[in-house]
């Protein structure tokens, strides 16, 4: 019977804590997506210099984000400097000398930057919710052994 009792202790903390990194997870994302939206970027490829381009600030890019191995980026766009929509007209635009044509694929929000804590308070949450479980269950089947010895 004491053995349930810090199973119930241990999960109303659990429960405590998740709601801590749940509350923490959404609140960050609340202040960083201010109107930031996530769009692909493809190099231009052809051969001859595109006739009209834009500055990332003309366009009202935030953040380019480059990736290992790709002709691809992605672009953090803030919504309120958007000239235009960026999808339908699909711009170039010029970034550390080379141009990117924005692709009409809307990726999605960006992630804020500084959370460090999502990877790690998910894996300490998980594994906490998985021991309370394993400790449950076995000290239930012991519990009930002693009942009916």
Known sequence: MKR???IGILAIVMAIA????VGAEAYAYSNHSRGDVLYAADLYTSEIPPPIWNTTE??????VIEYENTTSVHINVDKEREPFPLQEVQPIFQYNGKFYKVSPLWMGYPVPPNLPQQPAGAALCGIGW????ILWLKWRKKDEATKSS
């Open 4 to 6: 349930m009792k810090i």
């Open 18 to 21: 998740t709601a801590i990194w």
């Open 58 to 63: 003309q366009l009202g890019i935030v953040e």
């Open 130 to 133: 998985c021991a309370t479980g």
